[in-house]
């Protein structure tokens, strides 16, 4: 059931992402349902499954993205290698509240490594379109503690409940 239940719910996410989320965006940055479906199911997984699941999940955003291939392969493999880090520190307490903490910090690491990922790839490949300036970074990151504390409450909140 769990090898059905994660591809669909990631496509899920990844389609309303795409379709709904470009609809209530805060200053053109949409909601990470892929990204929040993503955290969830790594803090189970092993860091080998992770870090496929991130290239594979990343490749199918980069095939659709205006930033340079890679951008989000590298973004969600770091979120795989941000779910260890997380685990291995947090791993003698095991709570909704560690587990909730940790997805809203990564979050915020999603929102703030992905345009600077693309920004120094296209850098890199000389492929400068001006997709992006380094000035919206203060607006990306408002747009990334809004939507990671949001999310984090919305998240711990439906676990807590769940428990229950």
Do not use: H
């Not at 669909?8 to 795409?18: R, V």
């Amino acid at each position: 059931m769990r090898y059905f239940l994660i591809p669909t719910s990631i496509l899920l996410a990844f389609f309303l992402e795409w379709t709904v989320g470009q609809k209530i965006s805060l200053w053109f940055v949409p909601p990470p349902f892929t990204a929040l479906v993503l955290l969830y199911w790594f803090w189970d997984m092993k860091f080998s499954v992770r870090v496929w699941l991130g290239v594979i999940v990343g490749m199918l955003f980069d095939g659709i993205s205006a930033f340079p291939f890679g951008t989000y392969m590298v973004s969600f493999v770091a979120l795989g290698v941000g779910t260890t880090f997380f685990r291995f520190f947090f791993s003698n307490v095991e709570s909704t509240l560690t587990r909730s903490i940790s997805i809203g910090a990564l979050l915020c690491m999603f929102f703030v490594a992905t345009p600077a990922w693309g920004r120094i790839l296209g850098f890199l490949s000389a492929s400068q379109n001006g997709f992006l300036s380094w000035g919206v970074f203060p607006d990306i990151l408002g747009a990334a503690a809004l939507w990671a504390t949001v999310l984090t409450i919305l998240f711990s909140s439906a676990i807590a409940k769940l428990q229950k």
